[in-house]
């Protein structure tokens, strides 16, 4: 079993930045493939950003060259630094960390952190 908690989020003007953190517990997160997803108001969750362990991150494409993921396994944490915040950003961001058989969108997830990209 794994908990995960977000933290980080919050107001930000627009080309302001934010770092989210995921903070793991109950099992090593070593051994998952994390992910931060988010979800707009009346939109589906989509996924952001994932880093598997030792892979290459990958990201969608609208966040490409402003948001950086990164994982510290020795703190069993997972990070999204966002930079050049646009108000198309604002939503509920989750951390996920799943199985390496899992598809994305299954295994554990946190219950969110608000981001708000607004003047």
């Known amino acids: 079993q794994v908990q995960l908690v977000e933290s980080g989020g919050g107001l930000v003007q627009p080309g302001g930045s934010l770092r989210l953190s995921c903070a793991g517990s109950?099992?090593?997160?070593?051994?998952?493939?994390m992910g931060w997803y988010r979800q707009a108001p009346g939109k589906p969750r989509e996924l952001v950003a994932v880093i598997p362990n030792g892979g290459t991150p990958d990201y969608a494409d609208s966040v490409k060259g402003r948001f950086t993921i990164s994982r510290d396994n020795a703190k069993n944490t997972m990070y999204l630094r966002m930079n050049s915040l646009k108000p198309e950003d604002t939503a509920v961001y989750y951390c996920?960390?799943?199985?390496?058989?899992?598809?994305?969108?299954?295994?554990?997830w946190g219950q969110g952190t608000q981001v708000t990209v607004s003047s």
């Open positions: 996920n960390a799943r199985k390496n058989y899992q598809p994305p969108g299954q295994g554990y």
């Open positions: 109950g099992s090593i997160l070593s051994i998952y493939t």
